[in-house]
């Protein structure tokens, strides 16, 4: 019975997804993002569940792989897709303005699968990763969304409505999913500094981004990730 805990955890990692686009389409983008949070949050425990009941699989591996390009490939892409149509003047006869809508929001989930499909494969990314996760890709989106609804700023509406920083954020971030950026994984095998720099100047510079910028901080945290991660280099690996 224990085997079957992750891949049920990961099966509510592709609803959630999956119910995500059904707000997005509806409308409802904030909902969507916060479903989509919800998948990262699965995602997270079914990796969790699979190391303490010792239940890996090829399945499990492949289902993971399913549900991460349904939750943080597709489900962000119909975000950008709903930002684009927005923010542009599209009318009836506009083709080009409408095919720019439908094409630049593709370039992301065919790039989160193209990002999943060289990890399934690549035996060099059990302890780190070459390329920006999948996860980090959908908050980075949704972070747009959640900080324009729920902060005060007045520049998250300007980047919000701008059909051309969304299109720039979109390019970046498929580019860095399917790049060879070195990038640390979150897994804490061990809780001593050695070995763990990285990870634990992610959690400081997140933890003060968050108390001089409030909820705004969500918008840093990809980036406080990939410095983090990149400064982790820095450092000598731990042998043991």
Request: aromatic share 10%.
């Amino acid at each position: 019975m224990n085997k079957h805990i992750p891949n049920f955890i990961t099966s509510l990692n592709l609803a959630s997804g999956f119910i995500a686009i059904l707000f997005i389409a509806r409308g409802d983008i904030p909902t969507g993002s916060w479903l989509i949070m919800a998948a990262m949050i699965f995602d997270f425990l079914d990796g969790l569940s699979a190391r303490l009941l010792k239940s890996y699989s090829e399945l499990g591996k492949e289902l993971d792989s399913l549900a991460d390009v349904i939750s943080f490939g597709v489900a962000p892409g119909f975000i950008i897709s709903q930002l684009i149509s927005a923010s542009l003047p599209i009318t009836s006869g506009d083709i080009g303005l409408f095919i720019i809508a439908m094409i630049i929001p593709s370039v992301m989930p065919v790039c989160a699968a193209l990002r999943l499909a060289k990890f399934n494969i690549d035996t060099s990314q059990t302890t780190s990763f070459k390329g920006l996760p999948t996860p980090a890709n959908g908050l980075a989106v949704i972070s747009v969304v959640l900080a324009h609804n729920y902060s005060d700023s007045q520049l998250f509406p300007i980047f919000y409505d701008s059909a051309t920083a969304i299109i720039i954020l979109t390019f970046a971030l498929s580019f860095l999913m399917v790049s060879r950026l070195p990038l640390m994984s979150l897994k804490i095998k061990k809780f001593k500094v050695r070995g763990n720099e990285g990870r634990y100047l992610l959690i400081v510079l997140a933890g003060i981004s968050l108390i001089i910028f409030g909820f705004e901080a969500i918008l840093l945290i990809v980036p406080i990730y990939i410095i983090a991660s990149l400064a982790s280099l820095l450092f000598p690996k731990d042998s043991k």
